[in-house]
């Protein structure tokens, strides 16, 4: 029974995609005369896609408004009362209550909960060297951020950029700049972009930035980041070079942001993010969620908790969240790791385990590649695409797939995510019934092409 009588108080803290979700969930399953609900959010925006951002400054979207699903005037129709630019700053654990700032007066005040949601999501890394929060360096994490950033190349007269990282955002924001005709250098630390896929995969899409003319400098670590007589950043220093820089953006990936939960004495897992169970209720808190880009799942293929930052996954958690809070049940079992992208017109996917990810679970396996078409090889449009697959040595279960090619390459990860949740082997999925015409996929599909070897290099193992 909370202070109002019988009516609950569920405090959301995060207005992005799980906070809201939840908040949402919960007020359709519950009116606000058995659920108060109070959202807190210090930024500008509420409910936006994150992923858009890349997009937007690159001009696809032309509109920062697109990237907004729903504003704050929409959710306090719907009697949310969400407080903007408002910091929760302390989580009161024993007295069920939360510390907020009001972002513009500096003003402090508690309120109390029956019910907590943390979805406080993630925080852009930034590395630790001089310069690093120059003016002019940037993280995009947040529309806040896609806004500084727009500004930022908007005052700026120089037309040279360097983006720190080469994972998703480092190399959808390199080619945003260069569509919007900058000079983009991407520096490195990887052998190849794109850590999520092995290096061999990863060379494809080095060869395809290349193409657009971005200057990719593999194997390397930014030292510093030197500023001129203003103080806005020049160029990035690496050991052995310089790099001149007008503007720097950073891609090298998000830690969950748990700060608050932490000093909260709330459990976090070995990626500092929190640790919940199947209905996403923080591991030994009867009355605290979480949701969303704070928190670390469970890799279905590995076993193991991982954190992975995206959209697909806060959304579905704060439903998952929404729907227990409201008195309903919903469980949230856990990720294959898929995830899509693209630069120009290559598209990259990716889903399961990599070389390296099953070998340091202890996984034995076989890893094949094969070359294939996006149709039929005498249909016209018919592009190439290279499929690499992972089985399971003795068992031949499916461990992975990346794929990278041109038009039709992405999307066809989603047959190897349902195959990987469904725990098949590559000899099962040799007789999936895909679909077939020859506008979209040769008589073989490329997925059963790479299954077919995948499933042979397994018997002769046997």
């Given amino acids: 029974m909370s202070m109002n009588g019988a009516r609950e108080r569920l405090v959301v803290i995060g207005g992005d995609a799980a906070g809201m979700s939840a908040a949402s969930q919960a007020r359709r399953s519950r009116g606000p005369d058995e659920l108060e609900i109070v959202a807190f959010e210090r930024g500008h925006f509420t409910s936006y896609s994150a992923c858009g951002i ?43 209550r939360v510390r907020a700032r009001d972002v513009d007066s500096g003003t402090e005040s508690w309120t109390s909960y029956d019910k907590l949601v943390i979805a406080t999501g993630a925080r852009p890394i930034r590395p630790d060297m001089p310069g ?22 908007t005052r700026t007269r120089g037309r040279r950029a360097v983006v720190v990282g080469a994972g998703y955002i480092g190399v959808e924001m390199a080619e945003a700049l260069i569509n919007r005709d900058y000079e983009v250098a991407v520096v490195n630390r990887g052998s190849e972009p794109m850590s999520t896929l092995d290096p061999d995969m990863g060379r494809l899409v080095h060869e395809a930035m290349e193409g657009l003319g971005i200057t990719m400098v593999n194997d390397t670590e930014v030292t510093k980041v030197l500023t001129g007589d203003d103080g806005r950043v ?30 909260a004495g709330l459990p976090l897992g070995a990626h500092r993010g929190l640790l ?67 630069v120009c017109d290559l598209e990259i996917a990716r889903t399961g385990l990599r070389e390296k990810d099953a070998r340091r679970v202890g996984l034995r396996f076989e890893a094949v590649t ?20 992972l089985a399971e040595r003795r068992t031949g279960r499916l461990l992975g797939v990346q ?10 990860v989603d047959i190897a995510a349902v195959a990987l949740t469904a725990g098949m082997t590559v000899e099962q999925m040799t007789a999936l019934d895909l679909g077939y015409a020859p506008p979209f996929s040769p008589v073989w599909d490329p997925v059963l092409v790479a299954a077919r070897k995948a499933s042979k290099a397994v018997q002769q193992r046997r």
């Fill in 54 to 96: 890349p997009y937007w400054v690159g001009g696809d979207v032309s509109d920062r408004d697109q990237l907004i699903a729903r504003t704050p005037r929409e959710h306090r129709e719907r009697d949310i009362d969400l407080r903007m630019r408002t910091e929760v700053t302390e989580i009161d654990v024993a007295r069920g």
């Fill in 132 to 153: 690093a929060d120059a003016p002019g360096v940037h993280g995009v994490q947040t529309l806040d951020d896609g806004q500084a950033l727009l500004d930022s190349l």
């Fill in 234 to 263: 020049r160029a990035v220093a690496t050991e052995d070079a310089e790099y001149p820089a007008d503007v720097v953006v950073l891609g090298i990936g998000v830690r969950p942001e748990t700060s608050l939960a932490a000093a």
């Fill in 276 to 342: 919940t169970d199947l209905a996403m209720r923080v591991r030994g808190h009867e009355n605290i969620w979480a949701g969303g880009d704070c928190v670390e799942v469970l890799d279905l293929v590995s076993g193991q908790e991982r954190h992975i930052a995206l959209g697909t996954h806060a959304n579905k958690h704060g439903q998952v969240i929404g729907t227990n809070v409201g008195g309903g049940y919903a469980t949230f079992p856990g990720v294959v790791g898929t995830a899509v992208s693209k």
């Fill in 370 to 389: 094969i070359e294939s078409t996006s149709r039929a090889g005498y249909y016209p449009g018919a592009s190439p695409m290279t499929v690499k697959m």
């Fill in 403 to 412: 794929i990278v090619g041109r038009e039709g390459a992405a999307k066809r």
